[in-house]
């Protein structure tokens, strides 16, 4: 157990799944206090035992974090049980559809403005008049597809283009309160989502993305949760505006460079987390 974060208290949205336990679990190595929120289908529960398994500090928060009414809840029940608020992460997000825009689906579209955009909108207006009590910070989840744009998810990278511009936005807005504000931008990182068994991928689509990544494989959820603690810890002091690509270099990449990629650098690196909820997540539901 370490202490980078230690006193800290902190919501992570999408906190059942993927990246979002890995940034549950690292926090509460660190000394955080962390409410697990997610869908009630999400294994959040799950994750707050394993988590005060570790001697960590957890509590579940269940709802639909796209409501200002749930999202004040959240909010609400950090400060009633642990006094404060230190920390907002805005990772929650969906990935249901690869299409080409003129087959994408609108019931589709719907579902990741509801889940991307709006979620991190009313959960950053609540968390905020606790923010600057405590001078704390706002981490959100962008995306590769927010710098680039992607073929066949386009929609996708819309509502992480937004992410990328309302955090910027706020760190300007908001540091007059002393509230710091960065963005997380992942490339292909082995979740659910980029699984043909688990996410809408194809395995063309699979193959092409581990080959334009030049360190030729995909991130872990424990790689991202690296850079979270870095970007909510008192360590980044200086640094707010921020968009950290955790993409093993994606956006920088021009054409099949993964398959030159070093041996031991297409190998993932063990971490230290009991990561059991990596390859979970509801895809395909819509609610």
């Given at each position: ?124 207006k609540a968390a905020l008049p606790e923010l600057h009590k405590t001078k704390g910070n706002i981490v959100s989840a962008g995306s590769e597809s927010g710098v680039l744009g992607i073929a066949q998810n386009t929609p996708y990278g819309g509502t992480k283009g937004f992410i990328h511009a ?122």
């Open positions: 157990m370490g202490d980078r974060l230690k006193g800290k208290v902190a919501i992570v949205t999408g906190g059942g799944t993927g990246i979002g336990e890995a940034i549950c679990k690292k926090f509460a190595r660190e000394g955080a206090s962390v409410v697990v929120a997610g869908f009630p289908e999400d294994p959040v529960e799950e994750v707050v035992k394993e988590i005060q398994k570790e001697g960590g500090s957890a509590l579940p928060f269940t709802a639909d974090l796209s409501t200002e009414a749930n999202a004040k809840r959240c909010v609400e029940t950090a400060v009633s049980q642990y006094g404060k608020l230190d920390i907002l992460v805005n990772n929650a997000g969906v990935f249901p559809e690869v299409n080409m825009l003129q087959d994408f689906s609108e019931e589709a579209f719907e579902y990741m403005l509801k889940n991307n955009v709006k979620t991190a909108f009313v959960m950053s309302f955090m910027r936005g706020l760190a300007v807005e908001q540091a007059q309160f002393g509230v710091r504000c960065n963005i997380v931008g992942p490339g292909p990182i082995d979740t659910a989502w980029t699984h043909e068994s688990t996410g809408p991928m194809d395995s063309k689509m699979v193959k092409t993305m581990k080959e334009a990544t030049p360190m030729g494989r995909r991130g872990t959820p424990e790689e991202v949760a690296n850079v979270y603690l870095f970007l909510a810890s008192d360590e980044a002091s200086y640094v707010t505006g921020a968009t950290y690509m955790v993409d093993g270099g994606i956006t920088i990449a021009k054409g099949g460079v993964g398959s030159q990629a070093d041996s031991e650098m297409k190998k993932e690196p063990k971490g230290e987390l009991e990561l059991e909820h990596s390859k979970e997540g509801h895809t395909s539901i819509r609610k």
